[in-house]
């Protein structure tokens, strides 16, 4: 496909890529124009929503008082929403290793097989500490999601639980530990062999980076995702029945049907699927199902904790989730499609792909004053500052949205830009900012959220909280400013000079200067590493305090 020209045109199946010099494999005209058309869109995009922004804006939230207490609290927990705990517990957990093995693999790329002299990879090939890398931060922040959405449902329903609620919570995170420990072992033992080729699709390894684990524990997943759908639509499904208007609820339960049915299409190619079509379906999972639906779900399940907490109006509240889901799905739907440039598609799926990509980060603009917003709650009532520190992520979560998906994002979107930097660093520099600083920030305040109201006679440690909330995100920003960043700008030089084998090449990557600043990412590692196990602590002394 990357060598063979498509009939009736001047260009390769793939569109050129990789770029090829001695081929002429040159970035297509269309790729070009369609690059600059991205921008005009971006920019013109921007300028509607900040338009429709300024003069839309209702100043409906004026006259509204936040009670006098947190009315959250005022509400008896349900068995199901105390039975969350272990859920937080397994997170942080999750966290701390998927951290741990991101350490690893970011050794390997300086001392090969070794760690600090320890021949680790001996036991931890960088195949594998990278899978389970990937694979657990997926796991813990799709945990975080689920965990949010177990506990707001008996608040939307008034309170109430239904019948065996707490026996499907807990039978739900059974299940996801079997699905972490079983796909772990599976992914390492088709590593290593130890599990026979005609198996290790279906046990072991399937290759693919996010969706490494494999088919069985792929299903095992899909079918405990459709189970916490069930949970959650018995236990919201009441509050149709209660007055007034329904379209906050009925956006979240969109949201939540979304999440529950999405992760399908990851089962739509079978183990000798063309590669091209395993790579369409795979991005149906990793750009719709992650950056689409969490998004959307994410976003109404945000109204819908601040209208419970009487710091917005249910009018605003719905508006907000309405409007900004429809702004993503807009973009984000026919959006997915510049991830697959370069995998035997058209030209006018370039275009599409181009023109609506750029669209998602029209949004993002707002998102300064999201962050406003949100710390002004913070200070709106006295009993806001037991809420404190998750508040403090939502708003990290506004930055880095900015930065992470929509700088970093936007710079590896156009098909020109994609074209030559695909692969390199700066993917990376998009991955960590994105997945961690959005995802990762967002997930931490559900946890935190949830904790604040399940163990309510513990307060947390403010300078703990304070020292990880500051060293997670310092640590990200120097993992990125001093060592992925420059090493995928210096790649990205090189591979449109010289081409993209040139970029990735040992020879290249081998130089003193990358070495240098692959060491020099150990500082912001550290940082980070030193934050989790801030919070990972907060977590551990909330939910086993110790008797008085």
Known sequence: ????????????????????PLLDHNPTPESVAWSVVSVIILLCGIGVVVWLWAFGKKDDEHALVPPTEDPIS??????????LGKYLFTI?????????????IAHYTVEGQAFYGIPLAQYFPYSIARTWHIQASLFWIAM?????GLFLAPIINGGKDPKYQKLGVDILFWALVVLVVGSFAGTYLGVAHQIPAAWNFLLGHQGYEYIELGRIWQWIEYIGILFWLVLMIRSIIGAFKQKGDKNLIAAFIFSVIMVGIFYGPGLFYGEHSHLAIMEYWRWWVIHLWVEGFFEVFSTTLMAFIFVTLGLVSYRAGTVAAISSGAIYLIGGIPG???????????STIVATGASFSALEVVPLVLLGYEAFENYTRLHSAPWMHRLKWPVYCFIAV????????GVFGFLINMPVSLFYI?????????????????????????VFLIARYIRPEVEFNDKLMKFGFWALNIGLALMVLISLLPIGLIQSWASITNGLWFARSEEFMQQP????????RLIGDTILIVGAVAFFWQIVKVLFPKKS
Request: glycine content about 10%; proline content about 3%; cysteine-free.
């Open 1 to 20: 496909m990357a060598s063979t020209q498509r009939p009736g045109t001047d260009a390769t199946y793939t569109n050129n890529w990789p770029h090829e």
């Open 74 to 83: 005022k509400i008896t927990l349900t068995p199901s929403q105390r039975a």
């Open 92 to 104: 942080l957990a999750l966290f701390l290793f998927q951290l741990g093995m991101g350490g690893i």
């Open 144 to 148: 975080a999601f689920l965990s949010a």
């Open 336 to 346: 997915t499609f510049h991830h697959l440039y370069f995998t035997g598609v058209t």
């Open 398 to 405: 506004s930055f880095w949205n900015l930065v992470g998906a």
């Open 422 to 446: 695909q692969g390199l660093n700066t993917t990376a520099v998009h991955a960590h900012t994105a997945l961690f600083g959005v995802y990762g920030f967002l997930s931490l305040g559900f």
């Open 513 to 520: 200067l990358l070495q240098n600043l692959r060491w020099a």
